[in-house]
Structure formats: structure tokens, C-alpha cells
């Protein structure tokens, strides 16, 4: 009874906070005692965060990033032990792979803390009675995105809005009725649009909380997930007016010392000073580096060498490209050459730790879907669009003639160039019906880059996972087509 038990748990277990980044785990309370005041709210409502950071830092950069052809792993013959890892990049994953199972738990905890502050809001006593909406937009907005997470990934799911009153309830056979993606959609774009009206904008609340501009931001990538461009269009084109700007260099936009800057629309926070450092990055150098890369911070685990960028991501970029200068890196061992993800690499601060922040939802992102709306349906100038996104990446950001008589195809490769690791690509890529030629195309060409890519990977190209093997034996839950 997993999804019902981990409903449960996250009901009775929250997390306390002194502040809104801390995380440390300090009460635990009942639902029917946990809520007497705004501060234990907050408290509720900063583990709902934590959790998202959870996620992000977690499985979402394996689905988001390393199934597509923007990433791969490096294959480290001395330790086989993370072939579960190495198996959502070559599309042998099985229902009992781990990470499905991680993203669902993590995504299902999200949610259920958010239902649980939800029903318990009304009953606080807020000394700014405004608060009372505000922190009801923040808490609508992170439970939609759980849930867009999840019909994007796994297609039809359960879908609860209550916490509760009872083990009774929550244990019934309501919590668990998987319900069609299209209706999942629809009832967040109800949720979204409230989050909307009452979230403040950016610069008006405390920095690393939601805001009016990431409810819109996500309102547009549900439409966008659902080809409905005319509806995507104006709120992008909201976003234009809500005083959000690209930084001049492209470097800046992700560093520690410019976090939460006027291209920044939701970001995940991360502090070392709070003892809430960043370490992804550590991941992500090849794992035969050593030290060279992590200093006194290293060595580099057996481990590491993951998210590697695939040569057809280094080959779309012009070498003289900023983004390709900032994002991509390479290692030389004087044996092999191995390009490592450096897109984050500011530094450590100790043990592999850093002080950087990850991008959830980003300006710059905005822009290149309001260019694609734009070559949709129209009202609007996709070029000039483009043509100002490449301005700060390449001395002449003019496009060609062939990019321009194919805008569709330049849009998707320079949203490629602009957001790799940023956990775009597949979602881009199933959006645009896009996915199993791509990475059909791609496993052709990583087996014949790559000795170690089995025959039988890249074959069954599945657009949605799989129902962890623990619901469908749990609840007989009919797993997704394709899977076993």
C-alpha cells in the first residue's frame, strides 16, 4: 500500500523550519494539532519547497535531461553498480527501476503536503490578512507543478486534492483512481489561474517564493503541452510587461554571486552559508578526474561522469557560441578526451559543495515559447525574438537562410543551445511529437560513438513511463503500453 502509506506519513510528518530555506527537521506533528498560527504555516509551506528541491535535484534531471540526446553517461567499466541510472539513458528501464518510483513518492509527498496546508490555511490566524491569498497562490502553484510533472511523464494518474480527515479516507479507493492526463491538465489550469490572480509580482515577496510571473510561466507550459498557442500567447506575452529582462551575459545568468536576477522568473534555492549547499555539479565531472576538476573538494566518485553531453548537443553549437563556452567542458586525462557539463561550475565551497542556484523557470525560456507561438498563429515577430536571445551568445546573431525557411526546426535547436541542462529537452521533444524519431536517430549514432551501448538499447522508445512496479502489483493499476 505504498502511494497510501507515503500519503499518510507525509501527513504526519513535517518538517519545521526557523526560517523559509531551512529544512531542518526539528517537529513532528498530527494533522489535527500541527496548525495554531502563520509561522507553523510557514514552516508547512517551506517543506513544500524543500521537497520540490528534492526533485529537482534528484530523478527530474534524469527524465528531463539525460533521456534525451542533449545527455549521456560515461561508462566507468571499474563500477557497474548504477545501472539503473545508466538504463533511463538507453530506454531499458523496467517498471522496478528505482527512479520511477523515486519521482513518484518525492512528486506524491509534494502533493499531499500541499493538500494538507490547504485545508488547514482557512483556520490560521494571519496578522497581514493579505498573506492568507498569497500564501494560498504559492501553495496552488507548487501542487500544480507536481502534477504537471507527472501527467507529462506518466500520463493518466490519481489526482487528490484533499488531505484527508480520516485514515479511513485516506486510505479508500478515491485516492487512487488514476484519472485521463487532459483532465489532470485541466484542473491545474483552474488551480494555475487563481494562483495567478492573487500571487504577487516579482520584487514584492521573499526571494525564492512563487510569484505571479511563475503561475504564468506554468499556465503557458500547460498550453504549450497541449498545442494551444493562441492561449499560451498572451500570457507570455504578460510576461514581457512584468519587468523581467535577459542579463547581457550569459554566464551571469546562473551565478552565485547574481542569483534571482532580472532573468530569473522561479529558481531553486540553494545555500552553503545555511547549510543548504548545492552539490549536483560533483555528479557531473567525468569520474577519471580526480581532483583536477573538484580541487581539495575531490576526488571525482566512480560514480560522476553523468548528464555527459552527447556530440550531436556539442556539434548544433558554433564554437565560438557563449553557451557552448559556458556549458560544455573538457577533460583530458592524456589517454581520452571527455566533455563534462559545466554549466554550474562556480566553484566549491567545501567537500563538493556549492552555492548555486538551479533554474527552474527562466526568461529567457519565455521568450523562445512566445517565438513558437508566434510561429504558430501569428501575432508577433519570432525572428527579432530569436535574434535577441542570440545577441549575447554570437557576434552576428542574424539567422541564416536555411534556419529562417525552417523557423519550427530553429526554434527547437535554439531552445536546445539556450536551456541544455536545464531539464527541457524531452519535454520538449514529446510535446512536439518529436521524441521517438529523434531518439531513434540518436541511438544510432551513440552506438556508433560508443563501444558499450548494448544492441538492444534505444529500441523501444516510450514516451511516457512506467507505472512503478510496486503501485501496479499493490493496487492493479493497468501498467502504461510498452512496459513490464
Known sequence: MKIRVLYFISLLILWGCDDF???????FQTPQGFFENEDQLNEAIAGIYNTNRGLMNGAHWRFGENR????????NPSDRGGLDNEEVDLFLMLSANPNLASYWNTAYSGISRCNFALDNLDNVDFINEDNRDIRRGEILFLRSWFYFNLAQLYGDVPYVTSAGTSPEEIFSDQFLERIPANQVYDNIKIDIQQAINILPNQGETETGRATKGAALMLKAKIHMVLQEFIEARPLLEQMQGSGYSLQSNYADVFSPDNKNNSESVFEIQYSFALGQASNFVSRFVPF????????DSGPAGSRAGQNQPTQNLIRLYDPQDARFIHNISFYDDGVTVEPWMSKYNYGFEDNGLQDVNFPMFRYADALLMLAECYNEVGGGDPVAILEQIRTRALSD????????????????????RELAFENHRWFDLVRTGKAVEVMIAHGEEQKDEKVTVPAEAYINIRTLLGIPLGQVEEFGFEQTSGWE
Open 397 to 416: 546573431p542574424s539567422l541564416s537562410a536555411a534556419e529562417l525557411s525552417d523557423l519550427s526546426q530553429t526554434i527547437a535547436n535554439e531552445r536546445r
Open 68 to 75: 534525451s540526446d542533449n545527455s549521456s553517461f560515461q561508462f
Open 288 to 295: 577519471n578526474s580526480g581532483n583536477d576538476i573538484l580541487g
Open 21 to 27: 530555506l531551512d529544512e531542518t527537521p526539528e517537529t
